[in-house]
């Protein structure tokens, strides 16, 4: 099992910029794909962003491209999530998960996932 801890939300006005950060700890050697996601208040979680461990490739939503970027840090087993010129409807708790690959296709569904952060919250105000 993995260990996940987001960090980095916060309250932000629409067109300003947010980082999170997910730290990884325990069984990190089966991670083969990192991911985010979203969750607004009525709405499914959504899938925003994700990584391959290894290759370092990168697949994003189409509703962030161009805002949002993924990135990685090997030696501090942490995954980052840069959102820019953020909007109002990119409100939600974003969630960090982790993948072994053994269910891993394209990495942008849940059931892709293993293990969970607990999630940290992101408002962006009008």
């Known amino acids: 099992q993995v260990q996940l801890v987001e960090v980095g939300g916060g309250l932000v006005q629409a067109g300003g910029s947010l980082r999170l950060s997910c730290a990884a700890s325990?069984?990190?050697?089966?991670?083969?794909?990192m991911g985010w996601f979203r969750q607004a208040p009525g709405k499914e979680r959504e899938f925003v962003a994700n990584?391959?461990?290894?290759?370092?490739?990168?697949y994003c939503a189409d509703s962030v491209k161009g805002r949002f970027t993924i990135s990685r840090d090997n030696a501090k087993n942490t995954v980052y999530l840069q959102m820019n010129n953020l909007r109002p409807e990119d409100t939600a708790v974003y969630y960090c998960?982790?993948?072994?690959?053994?269910?891993?296709?394209?990495?942008?569904?849940?059931?892709?996932?293993?293990?969970w952060g607990q999630g940290t919250q992101v408002t962006v105000s009008s």
């Open positions: 998960a982790a993948s072994t690959g053994s269910k891993w296709y394209t990495g942008s569904q849940r059931y892709e996932y293993e293990d």
């Open positions: 325990g069984r990190t050697f089966r991670r083969y794909g």
């Open positions: 990584i391959k461990w290894s290759s370092g490739s990168t």
